[in-house]
């Protein structure tokens, strides 16, 4: 594909990431699980993709590059050298996309806009329509402080919150956790692509991608006791989450190490990576472990050390939820 070609659909992408009209959308039925029981027994693959020069001589990611990243991380993930071929592995044409993004920490620690219209961009040459990929989070004033320009309807990627839309009436129920869930998961997407980011979280430990579907259900302030555990478990065994998970891309341009989850610029560091997995609990655990390394490098007590472990992790992956690998010996980790 041309650097030209790139170019203009990437400037398609960004105007329909800004255009503002009505929506329409269908849901199908999800066609693979991202955890069948059994799965926790496989060995799980976690790439670690980095790009030094992600921002160039700037504090802008470069949208060349991280589509670059990008590719890179999904051909390690799926061993096949062609990028469009390696997202056919993950959705099909038909499908109805929604890109869960984590927009509470504003321009400072978000899903990274160019992130996203990298995987937009991929996704339609995947043979996804444009008007079937919804970019979403909670709330759509969040999304706008984040960078993001809410888009709703025509024939342009979808960018909206729940707000816009409302949770289902009735609520869905496992273990400890009874909740509303988002009618843009519900209704409006099959296939979910997980696009949390890597950070510390005051209560919880660290929030990536199991927390991060705290941002699907209506009242996710009654799961924080107990450092969220066992709530992010149950939470991901829910059927409607657990049957649409396809993919989590960890946006970790920026992380934070300490005090989140809001933005603390000085407990952010840029690490400038994607941490791209099909294990939600593999990438967890993966992504901890880099959190504990750079509060080691800055003199820091460990989670453990401070009673903030993320306890839910091993929670996920214990026998009654099998959500994914939380052992590091039957972790592959892939790091380029």
């Not at 941002?215 to 709530?231: F, S, W």
């Not at 891309?249 to 190490?257: G, L, N």
């Not at 750079?294 to 939820?321: N, S, W």
Request: aromatic share 6%; glycine share 8%.
């Amino acid at each position: 594909m041309s650097q030209v070609h790139i170019a203009s659909r990437r400037d398609f992408l960004k105007r329909a990431l800004t255009s503002t009209a009505l929506l329409s959308g269908t849901c199908g039925s999800a066609l693979l699980t991202a955890a069948e029981p059994g799965a926790a027994q496989a060995k799980s693959k976690v790439v670690i993709a980095r790009d030094a020069l992600l921002r160039g001589t700037g504090s802008t990611v470069d949208s060349r590059r991280m589509l670059s990243l990008l590719d890179r991380a999904m051909q390690a993930l799926f061993d096949r050298d062609d990028p469009v071929e390696n997202w056919r592995r993950v959705v099909r044409p038909g499908d109805s996309v929604g890109l869960k993004v984590n927009t509470l920490g504003g321009r400072g620690i978000s899903s990274n806009l160019q992130l996203v219209e990298a995987i937009c961009e991929r996704l339609q040459e995947a043979g996804i329509r444009a008007k079937d990929i919804v970019v979403w989070d909670r709330d759509s004033g969040e999304m706008e402080r984040a960078g993001f320009r809410v888009s709703v309807g025509g024939n342009g990627v979808q960018c909206f919150g729940t707000d816009g839309v409302d949770y289902e009436q009735d609520l869905a129920l496992y273990g400890s956790v009874g909740s509303r869930l988002s009618k843009i998961l519900t209704q409006r997407t099959n296939v979910l692509i997980n696009v949390p980011v890597l950070k510390d979280h005051d209560g919880a430990g660290v929030t990536i991608a199991l927390k991060n579907m705290y941002g699907v259900i209506h009242n996710p302030n009654k799961y924080h006791p107990n450092g969220c555990d066992p709530y992010v478990a149950d939470l991901n065994m829910l059927p409607e989450i657990r049957t649409r998970m396809r993919l989590v891309i960890c946006d970790a341009t920026t992380a934070m190490y300490d005090g989140g989850p809001a933005y603390k610029p000085d407990h952010s560091w840029k690490e400038n990576a994607l941490i791209v997995s099909q294990d939600p609990v593999a990438l967890d655990y993966m992504g901890w472990q880099m959190i504990e390394r750079k509060r080691a490098q800055k003199g820091l007590k460990t989670l453990e050390g401070e009673e903030r472990a993320p306890r839910y992790i091993a929670t996920a992956a214990d026998a009654e939820h099998r959500l994914g690998m939380n052992d590091p010996t039957r972790i592959s980790r892939v790091e380029i």
